[in-house]
């Protein structure tokens, strides 16, 4: 039925979110593959990046400022024991391997918990000195991409404020600023905070705007700006570090088939800084996670969709979530398990990891009854180096089901789950159980006393 509704418009008039211009194409499905095809066909090679007119490094800016006496950088130190990578364009890239500051992501933290968890667990098993505070604030990069409502003055500030705590973290155990380096957990983060750097590197107007910001808040450094000399996420110190964590490797993985999922805003969000390997799929692909499954001895698959969104697309899942759900399943998780037979999707970004997961239940009340384990890089390599599949890696948080994962690992996931109602039985019971001193947790504020003057 049709007619006109009380706010004036057609009874059946949609509300996307998106504008009058967003129309149905109504495309056969033919002619839908044809319109795609190109991705398939061209887009399959790394030289659809290089191609393009090269940007200049914003380093070199960044050097500059710092030469000028208008910014302080905050460096990467040889006790930070950094590993170089070629990045796209193959400059050299540095990557702090310990005493790490975790910038952590309320999306990993409140639906992947077993996401951070297992990166604090690898890095307790490899003796990595880090430190994991709460005096830190999500991004905003949300709020910015999904509603249009943020500003670049506002993501420069929580970039430059969150950034600034990482080096003055130190202080509250005695430690000089720039003992800890900022390590990135979420995607979206990673890319906005490399772009908003750059902003913040061309643009003095900016940087004045925001530097009375950073007053206010009592977070310059000898009255300047702090920018960091690396914008660092996660998964490259997992990759950096992808051979001892293979040595601490119990279970044999060799009969895994994988599926990699590139986060966008990792490697095409400021491409130019994207970690590549000439030995990793012939250096057509993002090195990230790829060369860590790699190094854990899965087979890697290959599979024509690699390029594509997972469907997250921020404005996507808030204002058309059935487009959302359709491309996860449809693009991503039907080319994965019908032309690649993936046991495992492994990806390296909060969004994705989410999105492919949760999603996969809708298909079925369209007959597309898809099954696939989707967990992050850390979550598989700590699963395979004998962490506890749902006390550290926590599947059960997943809607995606792993059990079958589990299985063709040798894994006895029943009696890890017997193993874990106990363990449940106990904290209820009061029983306290950290991988981290929760006294360290808070290193300013009223009340903070240093670690050692504790009980």
């Known amino acids: 039925m049709t007619g006109t509704n009380d706010n004036g418009g057609s009874d059946n008039e949609r509300f996307t979110g998106h504008g ?3 129309t149905d194409s109504n495309l056969t499905s033919h002619e839908a593959k044809v319109a795609t095809a190109w991705v398939e066909q061209k887009i399959d090679k790394r030289s659809m990046l ?35 990578v070629k990045t796209l364009y193959g400059w050299d890239k540095r990557i702090p ?5 975790h910038h952590k992501s309320c999306g990993q933290c409140g639906n992947i918990p077993g996401y951070p968890v297992s990166l604090l667990w690898l890095q307790n098993e490899l003796g990595i000195e880090y430190l994991d505070e709460t005096d830190q604030t999500s991004c905003t990069a949300w709020n910015y991409h999904g509603s249009g409502i943020g500003n670049i003055e506002s993501l420069a500030a929580v970039f430059l404020r969150n950034f600034h705590q990482a080096y003055v973290s130190g202080l509250a155990e005695g430690k000089e600023a720039g003992h800890y380096y900022p390590l990135v957990h979420c995607g979206t983060s990673f890319g906005n905070y490399k772009e908003v750097r750059g902003y913040l590197m061309h643009s003095a107007e900016l940087r004045e705007r925001v530097k009375k910001i950073l007053g206010k808040l009592d ?40 599926t990699i999922h590139p986060a966008c805003h ?13 030995d990793i799929l012939e250096g057509n692909r993002v090195a990230v996670s790829t060369g860590l499954i790699e190094a854990l001895g899965a087979q890697v698959i290959d599979y024509k969709t690699w390029y594509d969104c997972c469907g997250f697309g921020f404005r996507h899942i808030i204002s058309e979530r059935e487009f959302t759900r359709s491309f996860a399943i449809d693009r991503k998780i039907k080319v994965a398990v019908e032309e690649a037979q993936s046991d495992v999707m492994v990806g390296h970004d909060t969004g994705c990891i989410t999105t492919l997961d949760k999603n996969q239940w809708i298909g ?26 749902y006390k550290i890696v926590q599947t059960h948080w997943h809607a995606s089901p792993t059990e079958m994962l589990m299985e063709k690992l040798g894994i ?12 449940l039985k106990e904290v209820e019971a009061g029983k306290q159980d950290q991988l981290y001193d ?6 300013s504020g009223p009340g903070y006393k240093l670690i050692d003057a504790r009980s």
């Open 266 to 278: 990792v490697y095409k969000m400021v491409p130019e800084d994207a970690i590549y390997d000439d």
């Open 97 to 101: 391997t310990t005493q790490l500051w």
């Open 412 to 423: 006895d996931w029943r009696a890890k789950k017997e193993e874990f109602e106990e363990y």
């Open 219 to 258: 977070r310059l450094v000898d009255g300047k700006l702090l920018i960091p000399e690396e914008v660092v996420h996660y998964s490259e110190w997992a990759h950096v570090m992808r051979g001892e964590i293979a040595n601490r490797q119990e279970i044999d993985a060799s009969q895994i088939r994988a």
């Open 50 to 84: 290089t191609n393009k007119d090269r940007v200049k490094d914003v380093r070199d800016i960044m050097w500059q400022l710092e030469k000028d006496g208008e910014i302080v950088v905050h460096r990467i130190k040889d006790e930070h024991k950094a590993k170089t």
């Open 20 to 22: 009058s211009e967003w």
């Open 438 to 443: 929760p006294r360290r947790m808070i290193t």
């Open 364 to 389: 079925k009340a369209d007959g597309k009854n898809f099954e696939l384990p989707i967990l992050a890089d850390v979550q598989f390599a700590a699963l395979v180096c004998g962490a506890h599949p």
